[in-house]
C-alpha cells in the first residue's frame, strides 16, 4: 500500500522565520510528488517535483526532492501571516491514475 | 473559467437518509476523483474516474457509490448515512496526473450526519 507520511503535523513560528516541511514516501513505481497548499477550502497547487536535486522555486517557496532517500522537502523563507495553511503533499505512482495524500503540515504564522 | 464545481456546499444529513453529492468540470478532463477529508487529515480518496463509464475505488470506497455517463459530471452517492460520513468531500480533475499536470480541486463540501 502506498504510503506518504509528513512531518511535523503542525508548526508554529514567528513572521520572519525560515520553516522547513518534510515529505517522505514509500510507493510503488514513483511518478511525481506534488505540494499543495489548503487554506480552509480547496488545496492549491504550489510544485510538482520528477528529478532528483532539481530545486523548483516560487518566489519565498522551494522545494527539492531525493528519490534515493524517498523524501521532499518545501521551504518557506521570510515567513508571513498569509502563509498559515496546511501544507499537503501527494505522490502519484504506479499507473499514475491517482495521487496519495500526506496527513498535512499544519503551519500558523504569528505577526 | 468554472473549473471543477460542486454542490451543495453544505448539507446536514440525518443518520439513515441518502444523497447524492454533485460535480463538474468544464475542462474537458478525462480523470476525476472523488476525496474525503477529516480535520486535521490528508485528502483520503474515495473513488475516481480514468474516462466516461469507468470508474474504480479508491482507498475508501464503503458507503459510497459513484457513476460517470458523461466525461463532464462524476456525482458520488451517499447510501444510509452514517456519523462516520461527516466530512469535507472534494471533487477533483485531471487531463492525468503525468507529464506535468497536476489537479484541480473543487471548492469542497461541507457534510454532517447527525
Known amino acids: 500500500e502506498d504510503k506518504v507520511v509528513q512531518s511535523p503535523l503542525s508548526l508554529v513560528v514567528h513572521e520572519g522565520d525560515t520553516v522547513t516541511l518534510n515529505c517522505s514516501y514509500e510507493?510503488?513505481?514513483?511518478?511525481?510528488l506534488l505540494w499543495y497548499k489548503q487554506e480552509k477550502k480547496a488545496p492549491t497547487f504550489l510544485f510538482m517535483l520528477t528529478s532528483s536535486g532539481i530545486e523548483k522555486k516560487s518566489g519565498r517557496l522551494s522545494s527539492i526532492l531525493d528519490k534515493k532517500e524517498l523524501f521532499s522537502i518545501l521551504n518557506i523563507t521570510a515567513t508571513q501571516t498569509g502563509d498559515s495553511a496546511i501544507y499537503l503533499c501527494?505522490?502519484?505512482?504506479?499507473?499514475?491514475?491517482?495521487?496519495?495524500f500526506g496527513s498535512g503540515t499544519q503551519l500558523t504564522v504569528l505577526p | 473559467n468554472a473549473g471543477v464545481t460542486q454542490t451543495p456546499k453544505f448539507r446536514i444529513l440525518k443518520i439513515g437518509q441518502s444523497m447524492t453529492l454533485q460535480c463538474t468540470q468544464d475542462m474537458n478532463h478525462n480523470y476525476m476523483y472523488w476525496y474525503r477529508q477529516d480535520p486535521g487529515m490528508g485528502l483520503k480518496l474515495i473513488y475516481y474516474?480514468?474516462?466516461?463509464?469507468?470508474?474504480d475505488k479508491g482507498e475508501v470506497p464503503n458507503g459510497y457509490n459513484v457513476s460517470r455517463s458523461t466525461t463532464e459530471d462524476f456525482p458520488l452517492r451517499l447510501e444510509l448515512a452514517a456519523p462516520s460520513q461527516t466530512s469535507v468531500y472534494f471533487c477533483?480533475?485531471?487531463?492525468?496526473?503525468?507529464?506535468?499536470?497536476?489537479?484541480?480541486f473543487g471548492e469542497g463540501s461541507w457534510l454532517t450526519v447527525v
Open positions: 474516474s480514468v474516462g466516461a463509464g469507468i470508474t
Open positions: 477533483a480533475s485531471s487531463y492525468s496526473i503525468q507529464g506535468g499536470n497536476t489537479i484541480y
Open positions: 510507493v510503488t513505481n514513483f511518478r511525481s
Open positions: 501527494a505522490v502519484a505512482s504506479g499507473s499514475a491514475r491517482q495521487l496519495t
